[in-house]
Protein backbone atom coordinates (compact mmCIF):
# COMPACT_ATOMS: atom_id res chain seq x y z
CA UNK A 1 0.00 0.00 0.00
CA UNK A 2 1.76 3.45 -0.74
CA UNK A 3 1.42 6.63 0.90
CA UNK A 4 0.33 9.79 -0.90
CA UNK A 5 4.53 10.78 -0.45
CA UNK A 6 4.98 7.59 -2.61
CA UNK A 7 6.72 5.37 0.52
CA UNK A 8 4.81 2.41 1.86
CA UNK A 9 1.56 3.73 4.28
CA UNK A 10 2.58 3.61 8.00
CA UNK A 11 0.47 2.24 10.09
CA UNK A 12 0.47 2.87 14.23
CA UNK A 13 -0.84 -0.13 16.77
CA UNK A 14 -0.66 0.42 20.26
CA UNK A 15 -0.79 -2.81 21.92
CA UNK A 16 0.64 -4.77 19.14
CA UNK A 17 2.22 -7.61 20.86
CA UNK A 18 -1.39 -8.81 22.09
CA UNK A 19 -3.91 -11.26 20.69
CA UNK A 20 -5.75 -8.66 18.13
CA UNK A 21 -2.69 -6.34 17.74
CA UNK A 22 -0.50 -8.95 16.73
CA UNK A 23 -2.79 -10.42 14.23
CA UNK A 24 -3.36 -7.14 12.56
CA UNK A 25 0.44 -6.43 12.27
CA UNK A 26 0.86 -9.64 10.68
CA UNK A 27 -1.98 -9.12 8.37
CA UNK A 28 -1.27 -5.73 7.23
CA UNK A 29 3.00 -6.80 6.45
CA UNK A 30 1.24 -9.25 4.48
CA UNK A 31 -0.56 -6.43 2.16
CA UNK A 32 2.02 -3.77 1.67
CA UNK A 33 1.61 -2.32 5.07
CA UNK A 34 4.84 -0.53 6.71
CA UNK A 35 3.88 -1.08 11.14
CA UNK A 36 4.99 -0.19 14.48
CA UNK A 37 4.26 -1.68 17.19
CA UNK A 38 4.45 -0.09 20.44
CA UNK A 39 4.15 -2.04 23.70
CA UNK A 40 4.99 -2.22 27.39
CA UNK A 41 5.87 -5.75 26.89
CA UNK A 42 9.55 -6.21 26.89
CA UNK A 43 10.63 -6.76 22.81
CA UNK A 44 12.24 -10.71 23.88
CA UNK A 45 8.87 -11.02 25.33
CA UNK A 46 6.96 -10.04 22.35
CA UNK A 47 6.36 -14.01 21.63
CA UNK A 48 3.13 -13.21 18.97
CA UNK A 49 5.53 -10.81 17.47
CA UNK A 50 8.74 -13.46 16.90
CA UNK A 51 8.73 -13.33 12.54
CA UNK A 52 7.57 -9.18 12.59
CA UNK A 53 10.48 -8.13 14.50
CA UNK A 54 12.39 -9.56 11.62
CA UNK A 55 10.24 -7.90 9.23
CA UNK A 56 11.91 -4.69 7.03
CA UNK A 57 9.01 -3.13 6.89
CA UNK A 58 8.17 -3.46 11.31
CA UNK A 59 9.63 -1.56 13.96
CA UNK A 60 9.09 -2.27 17.41
CA UNK A 61 8.78 0.71 20.23
CA UNK A 62 8.76 -0.38 23.96
CA UNK A 63 6.64 1.71 25.75
CA UNK A 64 4.03 2.76 27.59
CA UNK A 65 0.93 3.79 25.99
CA UNK A 66 0.33 6.43 28.93
CA UNK A 67 3.96 7.96 27.58
CA UNK A 68 2.84 7.98 24.03
CA UNK A 69 3.95 11.03 22.39
CA UNK A 70 3.47 13.02 19.27
CA UNK A 71 6.90 12.17 18.29
CA UNK A 72 5.40 8.34 18.46
CA UNK A 73 2.73 8.95 16.44
CA UNK A 74 4.48 11.45 13.71
CA UNK A 75 4.47 9.73 10.09
CA UNK A 76 1.62 7.09 10.44
CA UNK A 77 -1.18 7.90 8.36
CA UNK A 78 -3.52 5.09 10.39
CA UNK A 79 -3.07 4.82 14.18
CA UNK A 80 -5.14 1.62 15.83
CA UNK A 81 -5.31 2.17 19.08
CA UNK A 82 -5.54 -1.57 20.90
CA UNK A 83 -3.54 -1.39 24.15
CA UNK A 84 -6.00 -1.74 27.00
CA UNK A 85 -5.96 -3.39 30.28
CA UNK A 86 -8.33 -5.91 28.85
CA UNK A 87 -9.71 -8.50 31.14
CA UNK A 88 -13.23 -8.40 32.51
CA UNK A 89 -12.35 -10.33 36.11
CA UNK A 90 -9.19 -7.77 36.77
CA UNK A 91 -11.84 -4.98 36.54
CA UNK A 92 -13.32 -6.03 39.56
CA UNK A 93 -10.42 -6.63 41.42
CA UNK A 94 -8.68 -3.46 40.29
CA UNK A 95 -11.14 -1.11 38.90
CA UNK A 96 -8.55 1.81 39.12
CA UNK A 97 -5.77 0.52 37.63
CA UNK A 98 -8.11 -0.91 34.76
CA UNK A 99 -9.55 2.95 34.29
CA UNK A 100 -5.76 4.27 34.60
CA UNK A 101 -4.82 1.93 32.09
CA UNK A 102 -8.37 2.36 29.38
CA UNK A 103 -9.42 6.09 29.99
CA UNK A 104 -5.31 7.60 30.74
CA UNK A 105 -4.22 5.34 28.13
CA UNK A 106 -7.02 6.27 25.30
CA UNK A 107 -6.30 10.27 26.46
CA UNK A 108 -2.70 10.19 26.14
CA UNK A 109 -3.11 8.63 22.79
CA UNK A 110 -6.01 11.58 21.88
CA UNK A 111 -3.07 13.82 22.96
CA UNK A 112 -0.19 12.50 21.02
CA UNK A 113 -2.52 12.59 17.74
CA UNK A 114 -3.77 15.63 18.33
CA UNK A 115 -0.49 17.41 18.78
CA UNK A 116 1.01 15.70 15.45
CA UNK A 117 -1.45 16.77 13.65
CA UNK A 118 -0.37 14.45 10.25
CA UNK A 119 -3.15 11.32 11.23
CA UNK A 120 -5.73 10.47 8.78
CA UNK A 121 -7.88 8.37 11.26
CA UNK A 122 -7.79 7.33 14.63
CA UNK A 123 -9.30 4.10 15.05
CA UNK A 124 -9.84 3.20 18.99
CA UNK A 125 -11.25 -0.52 19.86
CA UNK A 126 -14.63 -0.80 21.57
CA UNK A 127 -15.90 -3.14 23.37
CA UNK A 128 -19.21 -5.38 23.81
CA UNK A 129 -19.12 -4.23 27.45
CA UNK A 130 -19.63 -0.72 27.04
CA UNK A 131 -23.63 -1.79 26.39
CA UNK A 132 -24.89 -4.27 29.50
CA UNK A 133 -27.81 -4.72 29.46
CA UNK A 134 -29.46 -3.73 26.07
CA UNK A 135 -32.22 -0.93 25.75
CA UNK A 136 -33.26 -2.81 22.85
CA UNK A 137 -32.77 -5.25 19.98
CA UNK A 138 -30.79 -6.09 18.15
CA UNK A 139 -28.42 -3.88 19.18
CA UNK A 140 -27.10 -1.23 16.92
CA UNK A 141 -24.34 1.66 16.71
CA UNK A 142 -26.78 4.50 18.23
CA UNK A 143 -27.05 2.23 20.94
CA UNK A 144 -26.53 4.66 24.23
CA UNK A 145 -23.71 2.98 26.45
CA UNK A 146 -25.05 1.23 29.18
CA UNK A 147 -21.83 -0.21 31.05
CA UNK A 148 -22.15 -2.68 33.80
CA UNK A 149 -19.01 -3.19 35.12
CA UNK A 150 -15.42 -1.11 35.84
CA UNK A 151 -13.88 -2.97 33.00
CA UNK A 152 -17.40 -2.15 30.87
CA UNK A 153 -16.83 1.65 31.85
CA UNK A 154 -13.26 2.21 31.44
CA UNK A 155 -14.24 1.30 28.02
CA UNK A 156 -17.06 3.40 27.80
CA UNK A 157 -15.09 6.01 28.94
CA UNK A 158 -12.61 5.62 26.35
CA UNK A 159 -14.91 5.94 24.01
CA UNK A 160 -16.85 8.75 25.36
CA UNK A 161 -13.21 10.61 24.79
CA UNK A 162 -12.39 9.75 21.49
CA UNK A 163 -15.76 11.25 20.38
CA UNK A 164 -15.08 14.52 22.64
CA UNK A 165 -11.46 15.00 21.10
CA UNK A 166 -12.79 14.06 17.55
CA UNK A 167 -15.92 16.76 18.35
CA UNK A 168 -13.20 19.62 19.96
CA UNK A 169 -10.38 19.34 17.80
CA UNK A 170 -11.32 17.36 14.80
CA UNK A 171 -9.16 14.22 15.66
CA UNK A 172 -10.13 11.70 12.54
CA UNK A 173 -11.75 9.12 14.76
CA UNK A 174 -13.55 5.87 14.40
CA UNK A 175 -14.84 3.29 16.96
CA UNK A 176 -14.45 -0.76 16.31
CA UNK A 177 -16.74 -2.33 18.51
CA UNK A 178 -15.81 -6.01 19.48
CA UNK A 179 -17.55 -8.77 20.61
CA UNK A 180 -15.89 -11.98 22.36
CA UNK A 181 -12.90 -12.60 20.04
CA UNK A 182 -11.65 -16.36 20.56
CA UNK A 183 -8.59 -17.80 17.82
CA UNK A 184 -4.90 -19.15 18.59
CA UNK A 185 -3.16 -16.97 21.04
CA UNK A 186 -6.24 -15.78 22.87
CA UNK A 187 -5.78 -14.59 26.26
CA UNK A 188 -6.24 -17.16 29.11
CA UNK A 189 -8.58 -15.52 31.53
CA UNK A 190 -11.59 -15.23 28.48
CA UNK A 191 -14.03 -17.84 29.59
CA UNK A 192 -13.13 -19.55 26.52
CA UNK A 193 -9.77 -20.41 26.87
CA UNK A 194 -10.42 -21.35 30.49
CA UNK A 195 -13.63 -23.58 29.37
CA UNK A 196 -11.13 -25.63 26.86
CA UNK A 197 -8.49 -26.01 28.89
CA UNK A 198 -10.31 -27.50 31.72
CA UNK A 199 -12.18 -29.65 30.09
CA UNK A 200 -9.22 -30.84 28.22
CA UNK A 201 -7.81 -31.79 31.11
CA UNK A 202 -10.71 -33.48 32.76
CA UNK A 203 -12.05 -31.08 35.01
CA UNK A 204 -15.80 -29.24 35.14
CA UNK A 205 -16.51 -26.32 33.61
CA UNK A 206 -17.67 -23.55 35.54
CA UNK A 207 -20.58 -21.63 34.12
CA UNK A 208 -21.02 -17.86 36.07
CA UNK A 209 -24.57 -17.43 35.50
CA UNK A 210 -25.91 -19.08 32.18
CA UNK A 211 -28.85 -17.14 30.72
CA UNK A 212 -26.10 -14.05 29.56
CA UNK A 213 -25.19 -13.88 26.00
CA UNK A 214 -22.31 -13.28 23.60
CA UNK A 215 -21.37 -13.00 20.09
CA UNK A 216 -18.53 -15.56 19.25
CA UNK A 217 -15.88 -13.61 16.61
CA UNK A 218 -13.21 -16.05 15.23
CA UNK A 219 -9.53 -13.39 15.10
CA UNK A 220 -8.95 -13.94 11.45
CA UNK A 221 -12.89 -12.24 10.96
CA UNK A 222 -11.83 -9.65 13.51
CA UNK A 223 -8.34 -8.78 11.70
CA UNK A 224 -9.98 -8.28 8.74
CA UNK A 225 -12.32 -6.16 9.45
CA UNK A 226 -9.83 -3.57 11.20
CA UNK A 227 -7.66 -4.21 7.49
CA UNK A 228 -11.01 -2.92 6.28
CA UNK A 229 -11.00 0.25 8.38
CA UNK A 230 -7.28 0.98 7.72
CA UNK A 231 -7.68 0.76 4.22
CA UNK A 232 -11.11 2.48 3.66
CA UNK A 233 -11.51 5.91 2.44
CA UNK A 234 -11.59 8.00 5.34
CA UNK A 235 -15.51 9.43 4.39
CA UNK A 236 -16.41 5.56 5.26
CA UNK A 237 -14.88 5.77 8.48
CA UNK A 238 -14.01 9.02 9.99
CA UNK A 239 -17.13 9.94 12.98
CA UNK A 240 -18.67 6.40 12.62
CA UNK A 241 -18.94 3.57 14.45
CA UNK A 242 -18.96 -0.02 13.62
CA UNK A 243 -20.12 -3.30 15.34
CA UNK A 244 -17.93 -6.40 14.47
CA UNK A 245 -18.92 -9.69 15.56
CA UNK A 246 -19.80 -12.74 14.12
CA UNK A 247 -23.58 -11.41 14.43
CA UNK A 248 -24.79 -14.38 16.63
CA UNK A 249 -26.07 -14.19 19.94
CA UNK A 250 -25.74 -17.15 21.83
CA UNK A 251 -26.27 -18.11 25.55
CA UNK A 252 -23.38 -18.77 27.92
CA UNK A 253 -25.19 -22.19 28.62
CA UNK A 254 -25.29 -23.16 25.03
CA UNK A 255 -21.42 -21.72 24.43
CA UNK A 256 -19.98 -24.31 27.56
CA UNK A 257 -21.99 -27.37 25.25
CA UNK A 258 -19.70 -26.23 22.68
CA UNK A 259 -16.60 -25.98 24.22
CA UNK A 260 -17.43 -29.54 26.16
CA UNK A 261 -18.21 -30.78 23.00
CA UNK A 262 -14.93 -29.57 20.89
CA UNK A 263 -12.77 -30.33 23.79
CA UNK A 264 -13.83 -33.91 23.84
CA UNK A 265 -15.07 -34.80 26.87
CA UNK A 266 -17.92 -35.36 28.76
CA UNK A 267 -16.54 -33.44 32.04
CA UNK A 268 -19.77 -31.78 33.78
CA UNK A 269 -20.95 -28.34 33.63
CA UNK A 270 -21.87 -26.58 37.10
CA UNK A 271 -22.80 -23.32 37.85
CA UNK A 272 -22.11 -20.27 40.28
CA UNK A 273 -23.68 -17.18 40.40
CA UNK A 274 -23.45 -14.41 37.61
CA UNK A 275 -20.84 -12.31 37.75
CA UNK A 276 -21.34 -8.34 39.42
CA UNK A 277 -23.95 -6.72 36.70
CA UNK A 278 -23.64 -9.41 34.46
CA UNK A 279 -27.31 -10.82 34.80
CA UNK A 280 -29.29 -10.01 32.22
CA UNK A 281 -26.52 -9.37 29.84
CA UNK A 282 -27.23 -9.70 26.13
CA UNK A 283 -25.00 -9.52 23.16
CA UNK A 284 -27.28 -9.83 19.89
CA UNK A 285 -25.41 -6.94 17.43
CA UNK A 286 -26.60 -5.70 14.09
CA UNK A 287 -23.21 -5.77 12.18
CA UNK A 288 -25.03 -4.28 9.09
CA UNK A 289 -23.55 -1.07 9.20
CA UNK A 290 -19.72 -2.93 8.56
CA UNK A 291 -21.04 -5.44 6.24
CA UNK A 292 -22.69 -2.09 4.15
CA UNK A 293 -19.96 0.34 4.66
CA UNK A 294 -16.80 -1.87 5.10
CA UNK A 295 -17.81 -4.90 2.88
CA UNK A 296 -16.99 -6.94 6.02
CA UNK A 297 -17.92 -10.74 5.64
CA UNK A 298 -17.43 -12.67 8.45
CA UNK A 299 -16.65 -16.30 7.78
CA UNK A 300 -16.43 -18.10 10.78
CA UNK A 301 -19.48 -19.28 13.07
CA UNK A 302 -19.01 -19.61 16.72
CA UNK A 303 -19.15 -23.59 16.02
CA UNK A 304 -16.30 -23.77 13.94
CA UNK A 305 -14.52 -20.56 16.16
CA UNK A 306 -14.98 -22.69 19.14
CA UNK A 307 -13.99 -25.96 17.32
CA UNK A 308 -10.29 -24.32 15.91
CA UNK A 309 -9.73 -22.94 19.45
CA UNK A 310 -10.42 -26.06 20.82
CA UNK A 311 -7.26 -27.60 18.51
CA UNK A 312 -4.80 -25.11 19.11
CA UNK A 313 -5.80 -25.43 23.41
CA UNK A 314 -4.61 -29.32 22.34
CA UNK A 315 -1.68 -27.98 21.43
CA UNK A 316 -0.15 -26.40 24.05
CA UNK A 317 -0.38 -29.67 26.23
Known amino acids: MMAAGGGMER ?4 GAAGFGGSRLARLLLARGYSVTGLDVVAPLAAGLLVAEMSHPAFRYVWKSVQDIGPEDVA ?3 VVVHLAAQADVPLGFGSPRY ?3 QNIEGTVAVLEAVRRDGGVAKLIYAGSASEIGRPLYLP ?3 AHPLTPHNPYGFSK ?14 GIPAAVMSNGTVVGPNMRREVFIFKWLWEARHGRP ?10 DITYIDDTAEAWFLAVAAAEERVVGRKFHISYGEERSINELAGMCRDAAGGGVPIEYTGYR ?4 GQREAFSIERARRELGYAPKVPPQEAIALTARWVRSLM
Do not use: C, F, K, N
Not at 11 to 14: A, E, N, Q, S, Y
Open 276 to 279: PGEE
Open 205 to 214: IVVEGGEQTR
Open 11 to 14: VLIT
Open 139 to 141: IDE
Open 98 to 100: TLM
Open 156 to 169: AAGELAVWSWHRAY
Open 75 to 77: GHS
